[in-house]
Structures are given as structure tokens and as C-alpha cells.
């Protein structure tokens, strides 16, 4: 094996990286009020009508002196902007430099200034190198990444330093990289008083050569943090945690699993925050500025309104009086168009039929809106609906209130909604948006209300299935319907599942709890606090205005629930109490198992590479490198390496694929090397001769070449092996000789005494060599695309 470098810190960086010695007063340096070269007469209307100390001329020296932009760079773009602070504003520069050869861009350099002290905040650079190649393993690795960030730091931003500590957690990959081409992420984020505030933080991104990419300062000195003489101790947090959580059941679909795809029944459990004095549940809406609304406590019924239409095959003339009947359509539509289509459905893999129907609204000749509809082809349920009429729309500056309140869209949707859905109604719940979203609203304000439903099913939320409708806030008609429900069977009475205080301590074994400060904004009226809600009501009764609020961004400290790193993502099992993978849905754990048996072996690293993407199994806390590897294990190998790690389902097509009859009579799509199997056919690494694959089989020496062979491309030209001079001791014994030589001669595989031993069955152990080995020549060919 080559020597390794890893452990070397790298120090030749890009040309927009690191700089030269600063002048003491960089920081502190105002504009020169004149003299400055005939640079500083062209500040035109970028600089007009600011008060930054910070001239443009002066920005654009200072960023030329900190990232040591070549000359050969030149300012295309200058912007002049204030950004919001907790108090006040700050004033920054934006510039943008580029270099062009021959009228092309070949690199970029994005650089912001604080246009005030003329601190660094942040740069961006791009650099078009098509001779560049990846090199594996990386030269430079995430810790000596951290050393080359902290660098940066001390020079650029020294009075940061102390300020910060490196998040341990964020941009780490949890899995060794398969390429070369890798960029570390490194996050150090700012703590006050011992506690972390995750919200300001220095960014840099470092790439596997030791070129800084991109720096960021995310900071506002403005901030008032607390002082807390006491909190609730780590076990008292821990409790008010678990006494807080609500986990919820959900079925979700495991979009990449082999086989059928089905519905899982799953319990859910969003991370949350409680007043780290108090222990009191902080409210989400301080911490997500998302929310959908609240979901009702009951569903639309007690028991379904109807039955499910018996499928049927629906013609073009039967969907158009089915869209008629259930929507008011203007009496100038006309249809336009009608298209017809069959596909499998990507979830439950049942093929489906459905109608695309549009119409045209036309007036005096002129067209004046349109609508389309989707209509089951089997059972004639609308699952969509849109109609878009110009001159119904509300104008912008319309000041007339909306004749239809919330209340009365609510109640419209619900009567739609049970309409085209009657046999699910009993599994139907209304989602109420939040009033104050259009309370003093007109109707030009609002256009159309949305209301959103959710379907459970024994309780438990349907996350796949989407149901709403929008209402005309000025004619009170359905302007959009969405019921697209997947053609699932569940079962007729609840499952049995873990009980909720179980769920929970699972969950709180993947979360970690962390104190920390997080960003909270208040609205004051009249020197008072006022709630958000009530301040809204008070606007739109003509109380108060905007400009008598003022608003208050203060830090709190919290305990919150922080998910813990992993290298994939996953859900609790509800029925089981196991954790899954959310891809594919097959059993994983929080704590990944670990080889007992490879510690000083002589192929360690390469054997934990394996283990990591789980090529190799280990059973009883053992990999066994002796034991002599299999061709199922192999072709996993082969096809995580040629993919960088990633699951070969992504280029399968669709996520249907598996539902597809398997190549090979013994890998069935059930198969955990079915997917690797079938993308290794896919790919021309293997044939498929008889039909059949032998998972199970061992490999010799003779098999590995030529498969290694096939991925490097070089198969065809191996197979002229008089090219390559192979003066093995054994090469009558020989099958793939060119292979054999190129193997040898590329350093993937050794000789013994001078012989190839081709028969000889691979080990565990030597394919793990042999495929880091891949690893490192594959890069080493790596040749950059064509350019036109």
C-alpha cells in the first residue's frame, strides 16, 4: 500500500484563502476622506445616501488583503445592504469578483464586509479547475480540517476566538468517506456564560485538499442574554422532558424497501424545549415559524357517510359529468383537453387509472381563466381539482372585506370534503388555521382560504395521504381539492402496540438533552409585553398600529431534546418497539455493533470501511476476516464503492423497482443483495449466464480480478492479454490473464512467491483490501470530463 499522508496538515490553499499579515487597525480603520486613487471618485449610487465608515473602495481593498484575491479577479458586483439585528441594524458590503478567460468564467469570489468595522463576515469561492481529480484516502481529514479553521480564526477574527467552541457534531460524516471528493463542514459555535448559543456561530468549509471554500460569521453582539443563578438540575430536566413529551402515532411508508411496499404503523416524537428555571414547555412557535393549525379532536364523523365507489371502467364522457356534478363550472368552459394514462402507484405498486381532464374559460374571444381535474379511471373519485379565473380573482388593491369568513370556508371545505370522501369521513379531521393568519384581512389580502385535513386511521395519522381545499374568500367556491389517498388496506381493528411511556423512553435514548440559550421574539405595545395574537386582534380593529409596536429579541435558556448523530435516518417501530431504517424499513439500532476480533489486525482499517456500510455483517460482535467471503458480500462491496456509499435504489429508476421481477431465480427481491445484485447487472460488472447468481458462493482469486477489472472499465482492453506482459510463475493456471496483470500491476491485488494462485478462495480480509485498493487507483485514473 502507498504511504499514507493523511496526517499532514496541508497548507497550500486556494488563491482566495489564506491571507497576509493584517494591519493592527484593519478592523478599526475608517474611510480615508480622500486621496484614496481615482478609484474613489467612481462610488456611485452604491455608496450614495449611506453612513457606512466603510467606503466601497476601502471594502474592496480589505477584502482583497483578507482572502488575497489574485489580481487577476476583478469587481463585477457591488451591494450595499443592513441586516437585522436583535437591536438595531448592521451595514455590510457585498462584493463579487470573478475571472474570465476567453470571455469565460473560471472562478468566483464572493466576500461580505461589515460595512462599519470592516470586519470579515463571510466569502464564497468557486473555482472551475476541469484538470483537477479526486485523490483517496483524502489528504487532508476532518481534524486537520479543525486546525486549518482555527488558524483562519485566530487571524481573521480574534476577538472571536475565545468566544467559540467547535460543535462536535455538526457536518460530521459518521461514515469513512468512499471518494476523495469531500468537503468538511466545521461549525464552532458561540458560547455564553459556559452555555452554547447555536444561533451565532463561525462556519468555515474545508475541502479534502485543505482549501477553505467558504467562511461565515453569524454574530449579533446585540443580544441581551440572561443571567441565571440557578436552573433545574440534569435529572429534573430530564423528567419535565419525559412529563412533556407527547409521542403520536403515525403509519409512514419506508419509500426504498424491498418487496411490496406497505404501510408501517410507527410512534413519532418532535424534539422540544422547557424553560430551563421554570421547567414550563416553551411554545414551538418560538423556535419554528412554521405551523399548519390545530387538528381536531374528532373527525369529520362518527361512522362513514357513504361507501367506496366499486371500481369500474370510467369513460371520458362519465369523468366530465363526475367533475360537473361535483364542482360549479362556468358555463363558458369548454374542454380542451382530455388525456387518458395508466401507472403503477410508486407506494403500493397497484396499477392505477386516472383521467387528466382541462377546460378553457373564454370570453368575447379572449381566454379568461381555466381548470383541470384528475378523475380515478377505475372508481370515477376526483383526486384533484383546480379552477384559476382571471376576472374572478381578487384585485391586489382590493379594500372590500371578505364576504366569506373562515368559519363559513371551514364549513364549505368539510361539506366538499364529505362529498368526494364519504366512505372516509370517520377517519377525517379538520385542520383549523390559526384566525389571526386572516383576521383584518380583505379579500384581496386573502384570495382563497386553504384548509388542510388529516386522515387517521385507528388514531393514527396517515402521513402520506394529503387532503384540502381552497375557498374563494369572495364567491365562497372551491378553487383547488387535492384527495389523494393511496390504495392501502389497513387492518379492521388497532394493532397492538408499546404503550406511550414506552415510546418515550425509546425516543429519549436517540435524543440527547442539552442546556443552551435560544432566541425568543416579544412585541411590546405601550412600555407593556403584548402576545402575539392579541397584538394582530388590536391592528385589525384599528386599536393600534404597526408603528406603536416594538419588538424585542431576547435570549432564554432552555433544556432541549437534540438528536444524536447517525448515519441514517430512522423510525420507532409502534408495534415492535424496534428502531428502522425510514429508507428502507429494515431492523437498525442507535449503537452501531462493533468487531471484536479485527483490533491490530493487519487489515483493520479496511475491514472496519466494510462494516461500516455494512457489507460486512457482524455476528456476535465478530467480523471473521479469515472467513472466506462470499459473492453476494463481494457484489455489495463493489457497488457501495462505485457509488460512493449510497444505496444503488436511487438509480433503479423509480422506487417501484424492487416490485420487479428479479434477474437472478435465487436473489429474490426480498433478498438483502437484491438491489446490489440487480445494479451490478445493470452496470455490466457480472453476466447473467444460466439465470442464476449463488449468492452464496465463494470467490477466487481468478473472479476478482475480472470483477475489479470490469469496474475500473478496462475489461474489454484486458481481454487483448497479449498487451500485458504477465510473468507470473502460474499464469498457465490463468483464466482472466489480462485481468490478472492489470490487478498486479495497479498494486489492487499481490503476488506469493511470485504466483497469482488464481484458484486460491478469497478471504473476508483480502477483499476488503483489495476493494480499498479499488478505492485509491480508481481515483488515482480519475481523468476530468471533456469540456466543449
Known amino acids: 500500500m502507498r504511504r499514507n499522508n493523511r496526517t499532514k496538515l496541508a497548507t497550500i490553499l486556494t488563491a482566495a484563502m489564506i491571507m497576509g499579515t493584517l494591519p493592527g487597525q484593519a478592523f478599526a480603520d475608517s474611510a480615508d476622506s480622500g486621496g484614496a486613487s481615482a478609484a474613489a471618485g467612481s462610488e456611485t449610487a452604491v455608496q450614495s445616501g449611506t453612513n457606512a465608515q466603510i467606503t466601497k473602495v476601502k471594502a474592496e481593498a480589505l477584502a482583497r488583503q483578507y482572502v488575497n484575491i489574485p489580481k487577476e479577479y476583478t469587481l463585477q458586483g457591488t451591494g450595499f445592504s443592513s441586516e437585522q439585528l436583535a437591536v438595531g441594524k448592521r451595514n455590510t458590503w457585498s462584493l463579487d469578483f470573478v475571472k474570465?478567460?476567453?470571455?469565460?468564467?473560471?472562478?468566483?469570489?464572493?466576500?461580505?464586509?461589515?460595512?462599519?468595522?470592516?470586519?470579515?463576515?463571510?466569502?464564497?469561492?468557486?473555482?472551475?479547475?476541469p484538470s483537477a481529480k479526486p485523490t483517496y484516502p483524502l489528504k487532508v481529514e476532518r481534524d486537520a480540517a479543525q486546525k486549518l479553521a482555527l488558524e483562519f480564526i485566530h487571524t481573521l477574527a480574534p476577538n472571536y476566538e475565545s468566544q467559540v467552541k467547535l460543535n462536535t457534531e455538526y457536518g460530521v460524516s459518521l461514515l469513512p468517506p468512499l471518494t476523495g471528493q469531500v468537503r468538511h463542514m466545521l461549525r464552532f459555535d458561540r458560547i455564553v456564560n459556559g452555555i452554547p448559543y447555536a444561533d451565532n456561530y463561525i462556519e468555515a468549509e474545508i475541502d479534502s485538499e485543505g482549501h477553505m471554500m467558504s467562511y461565515s460569521l453569524r454574530w449579533d453582539e446585540t443580544i441581551v442574554f440572561p443571567k441565571v443563578s440557578t436552573t433545574l438540575t440534569a435529572e429534573q430536566a430530564d423528567a419535565k422532558l419525559r412529563a412533556a413529551a407527547k409521542p403520536e402515532l403515525a403509519y409512514i411508508i419506508p419509500y426504498s424497501a424491498k418487496g411490496e411496499r406497505k404501510p408501517v404503523l410507527s410512534y413519532k416524537l418532535d424534539s422540544l424545549a422547557i424553560d430551563a428555571v421554570s421547567g414550563d414547555t416553551k411554545d414551538r412557535t418560538n423556535i419554528s415559524y412554521y405551523r399548519q393549525g390545530t387538528v381536531s379532536k374528532t373527525p369529520l364523523t362518527a361512522k362513514p357517510d357513504g361507501t367506496k365507489p366499486s371500481n369500474s371502467n370510467i369513460t371520458e364522457q362519465r369523468a366530465v359529468e363526475i367533475v360537473k356534478a361535483a364542482f360549479k363550472l362556468p358555463a363558458d368552459a369548454v374542454l380542451s383537453h382530455s388525456n387518458y394514462n395508466e401507472n403503477k402507484d410508486e407506494y403500493s405498486g397497484k396499477t392505477n387509472a386516472y383521467w387528466d381532464l382541462n377546460w378553457t374559460i373564454t370570453k368575447d374571444g379572449k381566454e379568461q381563466g381555466f381548470l383541470s381535474a384528475t378523475v380515478d379511471g377505475q372508481s370515477g373519485a376526483i383526486r384533484n381539482f383546480y379552477n384559476y379565473n382571471y376576472s374572478a380573482s381578487p384585485e391586489k388593491g382590493e379594500t372590500d372585506k371578505a364576504p366569506v369568513s373562515l368559519q363559513q370556508a371551514m364549513e364549505l371545505a368539510t361539506?366538499?370534503?364529505?362529498?368526494?370522501?364519504?366512505?372516509?369521513?370517520?377517519?377525517?379531521?379538520?385542520?383549523?388555521?390559526?384566525?389571526?393568519?386572516?383576521?383584518?384581512?380583505?379579500?384581496g389580502e386573502i384570495g382563497s382560504y386553504r384548509i388542510e385535513f388529516v386522515r387517521k386511521v385507528h388514531g393514527a395519522t396517515v402521513e402520506y395521504d394529503n387532503i384540502g381545499v381552497s375557498i374563494d374568500s369572495r364567491t365562497g367556491e372551491v378553487t383547488d381539492y387535492n384527495g389523494n389517498i393511496a390504495d392501502f388496506d389497513y387492518p379492521a381493528s388497532p394493532p397492538g402496540v408499546i404503550t406511550k411511556d414506552a415510546a418515550i423512553s425509546k425516543w429519549l435514548g436517540y435524543y440527547r438533552t442539552e442546556l443552551a440559550y435560544q432566541l425568543v421574539?416579544?412585541?411590546?405595545?405601550?412600555?407593556?409585553?403584548?402576545?402575539?395574537?392579541?397584538?394582530?386582534?388590536?391592528?385589525?380593529?384599528?386599536?393600534?398600529s404597526e408603528s406603536q409596536l416594538t419588538t424585542k429579541n431576547e435570549a432564554e435558556l432552555v433544556y432541549r431534546l437534540v438528536p444524536r448523530p447517525l448515519d441514517e435516518s430512522i423510525f420507532l417501530d409502534a408495534e415492535t418497539g424496534s428502531w428502522r431504517n425510514r429508507e428502507t424499513g429494515e431492523a437498525t439500532q442507535l449503537e452501531k455493533p462493533k468487531a471484536t476480533d479485527i483490533e491490530?489486525?493487519?487489515?483493520?482499517?479496511?475491514?472496519?470501511?466494510?462494516?461500516?456500510?455494512?457489507?460486512?455483517d457482524v455476528k456476535d460482535g465478530k467480523v471473521r476476516p479469515s472467513e472466506q467471503v462470499t459473492r453476494g458480500e463481494l457484489i455489495k462491496m463493489l457497488v457501495l464503492a462505485r457509488n460512493s456509499g449510497n444505496s444503488p435504489m436511487y438509480d433503479m429508476g423509480t422506487a417501484s423497482a424492487?416490485?420487479?421481477?428479479?434477474?437472478?431465480?435465487?436473489?429474490?427481491?426480498?433478498?438483502?443483495?437484491?438491489?446490489?445484485?440487480?445494479?451490478?447487472?445493470?452496470?455490466?460488472?457480472?453476466?447473467?449466464?444460466?439465470?442464476?447468481?449463488?449468492?452464496?458462493?465463494k470467490v477466487s482469486r481468478d473472479e476478482m480480478s475480472e470483477l475489479i477489472v470490469r469496474a475500473l472499465g478496462y475489461n474489454a482492453l484486458a481481454e487483448y492479454d497479449h498487451i500485458f506482459k504477465a510473468s507470473f510463475k502460474d499464469s498457465d493456471q490463468i483464466e482472466n490473464k489480462g485481468q490478472a496483470a492489470i490487478v498486479v500491476g495497479l498494486k489492487i491485488m499481490s503476488l506469493s512467491d511470485g504466483k497469482f494462485l488464481p484458484g486460491k478462495l478469497v478471504t473476508r480480509a483480502e477483499a476488503s483490501v483489495a476493494f480499498f485498493r479499488y478505492l485509491q487507483t480508481r481515483a488515482d485514473l480519475a481523468e476530468a470530463p471533456l469540456r466543449m
Request: glycine share 8%; net charge negative.
Open 415 to 443: 361539506a366538499t370534503v364529505k362529498k368526494q370522501l364519504p366512505w372516509l369521513t370517520h377517519e377525517l379531521y379538520i385542520v383549523s388555521p390559526k384566525p389571526e393568519t386572516y383576521e383584518g384581512k380583505t379579500a
Open 658 to 697: 424492487a416490485l420487479e421481477k428479479a434477474s437472478f431465480d435465487d436473489v429474490a427481491a426480498d433478498s438483502s443483495y437484491f438491489v446490489y445484485v440487480e445494479s451490478a447487472l445493470a452496470q455490466n460488472l457480472i453476466d447473467i449466464g444460466d439465470g442464476s447468481f449463488n449468492p452464496d458462493g
Open 600 to 616: 491490530g489486525h493487519w487489515a483493520q482499517r479496511q475491514l472496519e470501511l466494510m462494516v461500516a456500510y455494512k457489507a460486512l
Open 100 to 129: 474570465k478567460v476567453n470571455g469565460k468564467q473560471q472562478g468566483s469570489i464572493y466576500v461580505r464586509i461589515h460595512a462599519d468595522n470592516g470586519q470579515l463576515l463571510e466569502f464564497r469561492t468557486y473555482v472551475d479547475n
Open 521 to 544: 421574539q416579544q412585541y411590546w405595545w405601550e412600555g407593556q409585553p403584548i402576545p402575539y395574537q392579541k397584538m394582530l386582534v388590536l391592528i385589525a380593529a384599528g386599536e393600534a
